[in-house]
């Protein structure tokens, strides 16, 4: 696609739900990258795609969060028995490759209110 | 660990005026990223700077990246009502691609 397309772009949520988060990176991006921005903050790394595989999921905050990405495309995050210090906004990003000399391309976003 | 310190947090400034974006890492790295963020918006890419002395230019903002003393710099010359965002630096953690974002910097030029 044209750009970096996230579903929900909203999503509220009650206390212990899951949620999944979608992303769906430029065509041909094999990078792929989810950062969380709380309100007023800067952006937190949580875990990156290079193809389907995860090298880094450092950014991870606890074993509530998980992601997956399929195809070298679509990726997912979910997050399991949400809590309210989850609320935040997720960004995704993808790149042509890990390093590549152009940075990212940003999506627009999920906010994230769990209630 | 790589730590990306943006100064100043807010800055309020007239318009016409000039004033600098300070952005410190604390460990080597050879790639740094400026983006612009609007409220409710996601991040654009202003400039991406490569090596030592690297100066990049856009209309009012001017990038440069001093690799040596790790620091680099977001000039705006004769601020615009335009220009208010929040401005965040990015830094690539050598080795790793992934990027560690500043604080970043809101900006709010008054007219």
């Known amino acids: 696609g044209a750009g970096v397309s996230q579903s929900p772009s909203n999503k509220v949520t009650e206390k212990g739900k899951d949620v999944e988060l979608r992303c769906d990176p430029i065509s041909g991006h094999t990078a792929l990258y989810w950062y969380r921005q709380s309100l007023g903050q800067g952006l937190e790394f949580l875990i990156y795609?290079?193809?389907?595989?995860?090298?880094?999921k450092s950014g991870l905050p606890s074993d509530r969060f998980s992601a997956e990405r399929t195809g070298g495309s679509v990726s997912t995050l979910t997050i399991q028995r949400t809590q309210q210090e989850d609320s935040a906004v997720y960004l995704c990003a993808s790149s042509l490759g890990p390093g590549v000399v152009y940075g990212y391309t940003f999506g627009s976003g999920t906010r994230l209110t769990v209630v | 660990e790589l730590k990306v310190e943006q100064n100043p947090l807010f800055l309020s400034m007239q318009e016409g005026k000039n004033y600098t974006i300070y952005c410190n890492y604390s460990?080597?790295?050879?790639?740094l990223y400026w983006y612009r963020q609007d409220p409710g918006k996601s991040l654009e890419s202003l400039f991406v700077l490569l090596s030592n002395g690297a100066v990049k230019q856009e209309g009012r903002l001017m990038a440069s990246l001093d690799t040596k003393a790790r620091l680099s710099t977001l000039h705006i010359t004769a601020a615009v009502h335009d220009l208010s965002a929040t401005y965040f630096c990015?830094?690539?953690?050598?080795?790793?691609?992934?990027?560690?974002f500043g604080t970043g910097t809101r900006l709010k030029v008054l007219a």
């Open positions: 795609f290079q193809g389907n595989s995860a090298p880094d």
């Open positions: 990015a830094v690539e953690a050598s080795g790793t691609y992934k990027y560690i």
């Open positions: 460990t080597t790295s050879d790639r």
